[in-house]
């Protein structure tokens, strides 16, 4: 659908040297879906894909355009005018996800950008970055005005960090493998289990425990479902 | 007994379990905040007796005031910051403009900071790509249908859909409508979707 006469936005390179390859629009929204499943079924924050966003805009800006242009009443524009509005759903949706995750986890999510080294990937875009600055300081400035300026002395500061919840990154999700894993580390769920390792075959469907995979839903090589 | 009165905060907000925001209890906290005041100096008065007069049984009465107070500065802490979470659900709910039963609710720091979250959501929003960035308190359900029935609420006059034909929105009128041409007029509050 995205391929036809609508959506000839052609390559979607010459923005970025940074993507090894040219995206047509179709592998650009195949993978705006799969981060916006990932993001959706995580415990945690995952890296952030502001290329992508900025992609999948540019592409919707096209769409519009190219929309505007086709004859009235024709039924192929209602269809494209459904994909356009799908395509926003699901980005709009996967900002969502990110910057609930972003609200409710806001002093780990900024302490974890901190403390992140100069050349790993960032998990906050400037502007999510920006967001949770101000989000932690709005919150410290009410508390401080209503309730904390008003207690003893020595109870006067909150620590966030203690005090907001950190992602459970125990919790279970379902997966697909994509691709094909050997000797992954499972934790035992009981006392009378051991640790044992499994191999994830291409194309299988598991029940784990976030901990385990997070690293293979990083990479790709697992897509959450 | 000790921090009782926080724990009714806590209370209170725990019956209210679909979100609702009850009237901010400024009285309560109020008692609260004055009680760790008295606990407060009771133990600055114990602690200068244990050390200049070595009445070491005073520790277990300053140990157990200071658990006190820290439970009821926990216990503050988590009703402001759960009725936060719900004036931030308010947001995505009723949009930028809060009605005015809700508004009467909140206590001047709140609507402080219900103003600054919009403010640093409307900026994040408006950085998204594009001229005008992207609204992503729009577009909340996947779309399911083309076209729409609508009802409308107010006389709008003549409006055109796409393939010519022109609908006379009169008041009360009912339509089935492709669902993009009457979003806006939905916002507006000039049509309103009818859900069978």
Redesign the interface.
């Known amino acids: 659908m995205a391929d036809d006469e609508l959506s000839d936005a052609g390559d979607l390179s010459g923005e970025d040297e940074s993507q090894e390859d040219v995206l047509t629009p179709a592998e650009l929204i195949s993978r705006l879906e799969e981060a916006w499943l990932n993001e959706k079924f995580s415990p945690e924050l995952l890296e952030n894909k502001s290329e992508l ?2 992609c999948v ?2 592409q ?2 096209h769409m519009e355009e190219n929309l505007q242009r086709v004859k ?2 024709d039924l192929k ?3 494209h ?2 994909e356009i ?2 395509i ?2 699901v ?3 996967y ?2 996800s990110r ?1 609930q995750k972003i ?1 409710k986890f806001f002093p780990h999510v900024l302490e974890k950008e901190k403390s992140r080294a100069e050349g790993d990937p960032s998990f906050l875009s400037p ?2 970055f ?2 949770a600055k ?2 932690l300081a ?2 410290e400035v ?2 401080k ?3 904390l300026k ?3 002395p020595n ?1 006067q500061s ?1 620590d966030m960090l203690k ?1 907001v919840p950190e992602p459970c990154l125990d919790s279970f999700v379902f997966l697909r493998v994509r691709e094909r894993q050997e000797n992954i580390m499972v934790e035992p769920e009981t006392d009378e289990q051991r640790e044992y390792v499994v191999d994830l075959e291409e194309g299988s469907q598991h029940l784990m425990r976030y901990r385990t995979i997070a690293p293979l839903v990083a990479s790709g090589a697992v897509q959450l479902i | 007994m000790f921090c009782e009165k926080a724990v009714e905060l806590i209370r209170e907000l725990h019956r209210m379990t679909d979100g609702q925001l009850p009237a901010f209890n400024e009285d309560n ?1 109020r008692q609260v ?1 004055e009680e ?2 008295a606990l ?1 100096e009771q133990n600055q008065t114990d602690v200068n007796e244990a050390k200049t007069e070595g009445r070491s049984e005073l520790i277990p009465t300053i140990k157990f005031r200071h658990c006190c ?2 439970r009821n ?1 926990r216990c ?2 988590a009703y ?2 759960d009725r ?1 979470l719900r004036i ?1 659900a308010l947001r995505w709910e009723y949009g930028s403009v809060l009605p005015t039963t809700i508004r009467f609710h909140m ?1 001047a ?2 609507l ?2 219900f103003n ?2 919009k403010k ?2 409307a ?2 929003m408006r ?4 001229d005008e960035g ?1 609204d ?1 308190t ?6 399911k249908s ?1 076209y729409i029935e609508v009802r409308c609420l107010k006389d709008h006059g003549e409006f055109e859909i ?3 034909t022109v609908i006379l929105l009169k008041k009360n009128s009912q339509h089935f409508l ?3 041409k009457c979003e806006q007029l939905i916002r507006q509050g000039v049509l309103e979707h009818v859900m069978s």
Request: contains cysteine.
């Open positions: 966003v900025e805009m540019e919707l800006t009235k009443g524009a209602s269809v005018r459904m509005d799908r926003r759903f980005l709009s949706s900002l969502r910057l609200e502007e999510e920006a967001f101000e989000y709005n919150t009410y508390l005005a209503v309730a008003h207690m003893p109870l909150i005090a | 906290i905040l760790m005041k407060y107070l820290l500065q503050i802490t402001l910051y936060l931030r206590c720091e709140e402080e900071w600054q979250y640093s959501l900026t994040y950085s998204l790509g594009g992207l992503i729009q577009d909340m359900k996947p779309p083309l796409d393939d010519g492709p669902r993009w």
